[in-house]
């Protein structure tokens, strides 16, 4: 039974939406909003990144991920054989969304490289902004779902839910009452769970972005893309057993879990992007330092000859 006293009540007398979970939600908002906005401004600015290269990677993500990727994971899960094994459909699951990652964002950069966005001098900034687009279908996501719960929640506080309950009818007062008390029984942190994980996506999107721009410009190993795809596998791996119920039931031992590869998943993307810029930077002293002998010859040299 609900213990009602815990929480505070609305002018009806009946309990508040927890302001811990109100803190959550908002909190998951902006942790939707404003870590892609500052990735883009940052390689915008830092990198001279084109805002362009927003539009191919939430096309990626469209054509790859909502709309192939869906269709092959319905046509699987209608195979007996595969839908009666709850491991199976989970290590599936999660190796083809994580191989279905990789394949379009090499896509997604093949494609920046054909339109001319990409040279020396920006490369590594639309690489990034690209990788913030594939993620932003996510962003839209959670805007209109969080922030319904958000709105609805903050209306019951300030209306009460008994009032609003009395202006509805059959079943959208039905309706409203189980809202109200999946917000009371639900634990706070559980709202904070898709903005941390829309974080950590945004993260492994925008290092697997600049790991395979560092290995299609041959700043990079061909093996250290077969290493990222093992990595978003390994990522997918927990949020797969925990949908289907076959581990992970806390789910903040699966965030932790994933937490962990998408660190690994940065780390590698940092280090790859500190080498290729290195010799990028190389490479444009040596082009600047050809440009000025054509300008200026050595007369010495004509001389002596």
Request: net charge positive; glycine share 4%.
């Given at each position: 039974?609900?213990?009602?006293?815990?929480?505070?009540?609305?002018?009806?007398?009946?309990?508040?939406?927890?302001?811990m979970s109100m803190i959550c939600m908002a909190t998951t908002l902006a942790l939707a909003v404003v870590?892609?906005?500052?990735?883009?401004?940052?390689?915008?600015?830092?990198?001279?990144?084109?805002?362009?290269?927003?539009?191919?990677?939430?096309?990626?993500?469209?054509?790859?991920?909502?709309?192939?990727?869906?269709?092959?994971?319905?046509?699987?899960?209608?195979?007996?054989?595969?839908?009666?094994?709850?491991?199976?459909?989970?290590?599936?699951?999660?190796?083809?969304?994580?191989?279905?990652?990789?394949?379009?964002?090499?896509?997604?950069?093949?494609?920046?490289?054909?339109?001319?966005?990409?040279?020396?001098?920006?490369?590594?900034g639309n690489a990034t902004i690209a990788g913030v687009g594939y993620t932003l279908y996510r962003t839209?996501?959670?805007?209109?779902?969080?922030?319904?719960?958000?709105?609805?929640?903050?209306?019951?506080?300030?209306?009460?839910?008994?009032?609003?309950?009395?202006?509805?009818?059959?079943?959208?007062?039905?309706?409203?009452?189980?809202?109200?008390?999946?917000?009371?029984?639900?634990?706070?942190?559980?709202?904070?769970?898709?903005?941390?994980?829309?974080?950590?996506?945004?993260?492994?999107?925008?290092?697997?972005?600049?790991?395979?721009?560092?290995?299609?410009?041959?700043?990079?190993?061909?093996?250290?893309?077969?290493?990222?795809?093992?990595?978003?596998?390994?990522?997918?791996?927990?949020?797969?057993?925990?949908?289907?119920?076959?581990?992970?039931?806390?789910?903040?031992?699966?965030?932790?879990?994933?937490?962990?590869?998408?660190?690994?998943?940065?780390?590698?993307?940092?280090?790859?992007?500190?080498?290729?810029?290195?010799?990028?930077?190389?490479?444009?002293?040596?082009?600047?330092?050809?440009?000025?002998?054509?300008?200026?010859?050595?007369?010495?040299?004509?001389?002596?000859?």
């Amino acid at each position: 039974m609900l213990n009602l006293t815990s929480f505070f009540t609305a002018i009806d007398g009946t309990p508040q939406v927890p302001m811990m979970s109100m803190i959550c939600m908002a909190t998951t908002l902006a942790l939707a909003v404003v870590p892609p906005v500052f990735a883009i401004r940052h390689a915008k600015k830092k990198y001279r990144g084109s805002l362009k290269s927003i539009l191919f990677g939430l096309a990626m993500y469209v054509i790859f991920e909502f709309i192939i990727l869906s269709v092959v994971t319905a046509a699987w899960k209608n195979m007996e054989a595969v839908s009666s094994n709850k491991v199976l459909m989970a290590f599936l699951e999660a190796f083809l969304t994580g191989f279905t990652g990789i394949f379009a964002r090499v896509i997604m950069i093949l494609a920046l490289a054909k339109s001319r966005l990409m040279d020396n001098s920006n490369s590594i900034g639309n690489a990034t902004i690209a990788g913030v687009g594939y993620t932003l279908y996510r962003t839209f996501l959670i805007m209109i779902i969080v922030g319904q719960r958000f709105v609805l929640a903050l209306t019951i506080n300030m209306f009460g839910a008994g009032n609003l309950s009395s202006e509805m009818q059959g079943e959208e007062m039905e309706g409203l009452a189980d809202i109200y008390e999946a917000f009371l029984t639900t634990p706070a942190y559980i709202f904070l769970i898709d903005g941390i994980k829309y974080l950590m996506v945004l993260v492994i999107s925008v290092s697997l972005a600049v790991i395979i721009y560092a290995v299609y410009n041959k700043k990079a190993h061909r093996l250290l893309l077969a290493f990222a795809l093992l990595i978003n596998v390994l990522f997918e791996l927990p949020f797969a057993l925990n949908y289907y119920d076959v581990a992970f039931e806390n789910e903040l031992v699966m965030l932790l879990v994933a937490a962990l590869f998408t660190v690994w998943m940065a780390l590698l993307a940092y280090k790859t992007k500190n080498v290729s810029l290195k010799e990028e930077v190389r490479e444009r002293e040596t082009e600047i330092r050809n440009a000025k002998k054509q300008a200026f010859p050595d007369f010495n040299a004509n001389i002596k000859k």
